[in-house]
């Protein structure tokens, strides 16, 4: 999430918390360790992650720990960075609920068809000649191209699914970001597309959804995509262009799938995985070879009662 750019020292101000590095460091935007870019504030809690995070592109880290301020950058110093985290996130985007069907500050282009019962939040916009049939929802900060169609009862914008866990709670880490659905983009009913954390969950223009579908945050799925009912992926995910899923293939978060790559249905992807090939299986191997495997496993009992004869 873009923010107007604040200096290190009225961030730290606004968390009552001590800091190191240049006063006068500017904060542009508030992301998590995943989507960061120059100028962006991030969050770290974790002795794992520490290096992680000060040696990636955010210029401004929260941290629970005392360490040297690495050059160019700035840190601030809490307990609780998550915290921390959110109050920013809700100090610069704070909680206003439309309750209108579509929200005044919300835009929907010319020969777009909405049914009734559609919700539009703030800062919505929605292409030219799109349709949204009868309960599509489109949370704050979703953004439609032009012949965008979106079926029945499809939820676009949740919050992110992201917690931390508290010995008594989980606290869920704010979501502030958006979900861009590019040109030509077809949603089947009942699907769910979560809005990034602070980034962006992205669909590629000319890309094919079957109902039932779930992308989590800050996923990014390529042009000219087909997934079947019931596929789920996680957060994080880079999906190439050209990518099939066949139905319930699931898919783990922060891994890429290469464009052209095809997976057979009731797969589960849980590593990065090369385009142009065909996968099956879970843990997804090479069709072919998983499918000989398979073969091979049908032909074992046998196999142990000619051994048992022969005994």
């Known amino acids: 999430m873009k923010i107007t750019p604040h200096t290190l020292s009225d961030i730290a101000a606004l968390l009552g918390s001590t800091f190191a590095g240049d006063p006068a460091h500017t904060v542009t935007g508030l992301n998590e360790v995943h989507c960061v870019a120059h100028g962006d504030l991030m969050f770290v809690d974790h002795p794992k992650y520490y290096d992680k995070a000060l040696k990636s592109a955010a210029t401004t880290i929260i941290i629970n720990k005392q360490v040297d301020c690495p050059e160019g950058k700035g840190l601030i110093f809490h307990d609780e960075p998550f915290t921390a985290y959110n109050k920013l996130v809700r100090h610069f985007q704070p909680l206003a609920y439309s309750l209108k069907p579509i929200s005044d500050s919300a835009v929907v282009g010319e020969g777009t068809v909405i049914h009734p019962n559609v919700y539009i939040g703030n800062r919505c916009t929605v292409g030219r000649n799109c349709v949204l049939f009868p309960g599509v929802v489109l949370y ?46 077809e949603i089947g009913a009942c699907c769910t597309i ?118």
Not at 156 to 161: D, L, Q
Not at 165 to 183: A, D, S
Not at 279 to 297: N, Q, T
Request: hydrophobic share 40%.
């Open 194 to 311: 979560d809005r990034g954390v602070s980034g962006d969950t992205i669909i590629g223009r000319g890309t094919r959804f079957d109902n039932q579908v779930h992308i989590g945050h800050d996923t990014v799925v390529g042009e000219m995509c087909l997934f079947a009912g019931q596929v789920g992926v996680a957060g994080v995910a880079r999906i190439g262009n050209n990518v099939i899923l066949w139905g319930q293939v699931g898919v783990v978060s922060d891994v890429t799938i290469g464009d052209g790559a095809v997976v057979l249905g009731q797969s589960g992807i849980g590593r990065d995985v090369e385009g142009g090939k065909r996968y099956l299986g879970s843990p997804a191997g090479d069709a072919r070879v998983m499918f000989r495997e398979m073969l091979a496993l049908r032909q074992l009992p046998d196999l142990i009662a000619e051994w048992e004869k022969k005994k």
């Open 140 to 185: 704050d900060d979703c953004h439609l191209g032009d012949n965008v169609v979106i079926h029945a009862n499809t939820v676009i914008g949740g919050e992110a699914f992201y917690y931390k866990r508290r010995p008594t709670h989980f606290e869920k880490l704010e979501t502030c970001g958006r979900v861009i659905i590019h040109n030509d983009v």
